[in-house]
């Protein structure tokens, strides 16, 4: 069982929009704004969306979005495009000896 | 530009203990805020975040697993190795090395490996 709760699938029409949340406590999501998400493709490599909450990397598309209310992230994903169908992980810095904790996953799925 | 390569047995046996290795490239690991993490992926689960290794050597484990992990780096190779005891059918997972932005704050991970299937049966 992951340390951090995310539905396990949500769906959305193209061009719409989604959120996925992320659960966690006051000792990993809660406690700083360290959350960061995960896309990845079937049998590909996890690529990273989101860090430290709202912040994107280089060359990801300001059509994905982070934020966070006390111990639930979300990322929210606007104009759905067909390639955005894949799973996404939150992750969390953790202030218990384990580092590093992720969640359990969400399927993305594009109506 | 930064790469990371996992190599290692794809087969182990219950009990045995597994080494795997990342070979990095396009940074040093001798360079003052660099790290390094393992991470696993069985298949069709989550991630979970297993060990982490800093410039500096010092180390940090995954709490369920930390008396069974060992992460060392060889900084004149550029490899960063972990060593897993005990190795059960339940290890079974694809098996990732992933870097740590430079003086990131936050733990995070930019750069990551093409992963490798470690199948854990007699």
């Known amino acids: 069982q992951s340390a951090l709760t995310q539905p396990a699938s949500v769906s959305g029409s193209l061009g719409q929009s989604i959120t996925i949340s992320c659960t966690g406590t006051g000792s990993d999501v809660g406690a700083y704004n360290y959350v960061s998400w995960y896309q990845q493709h079937p049998g590909k490599v996890p690529k990273l969306m989101i860090y430290?909450?709202?912040n994107r990397p280089s060359g990801v598309s300001n059509r994905f979005s982070g934020s966070k209310s006390g111990n639930t992230a979300s990322l929210t994903i606007s104009g759905l495009q067909a390639e955005d169908e894949a799973y996404y992980f939150c992750?969390?810095?953790?202030?218990?000896?384990?580092?590093?904790?992720f969640g359990g996953g969400t399927k993305l799925t594009v109506l | 530009q930064i790469t990371l390569k996992e190599s290692g047995p794809t087969l182990v046996k219950p009990t045995q203990t597994l080494t795997l290795t990342c070979t990095v490239s396009g940074f040093s690991l001798s360079t003052s805020g660099e790290a390094v993490a393992w991470i696993r992926q069985p298949p069709g689960k989550a991630l979970e975040w297993l060990a982490l290794?800093?410039?500096?050597?010092?180390?940090r484990y995954s709490a369920s697993l930390k008396t069974r992990l060992t992460i060392t780096k060889d900084t004149s190779k550029n490899q960063v190795v972990l060593t897993m005891t005990n190795m059960d059918p339940t290890d079974t997972a694809t098996y990732y090395c992933a870097h740590r932005p430079l003086a990131a704050a936050g733990y995070y991970f930019d750069y990551w490996g093409q992963g490798t299937l470690v199948t854990v049966s007699s």
């Open positions: 992750s969390s810095y953790s202030i218990t000896s384990t580092l590093v904790v």
């Open positions: 290794i800093y410039w500096d050597d010092d180390k």
């Open positions: 430290n909450v709202s």
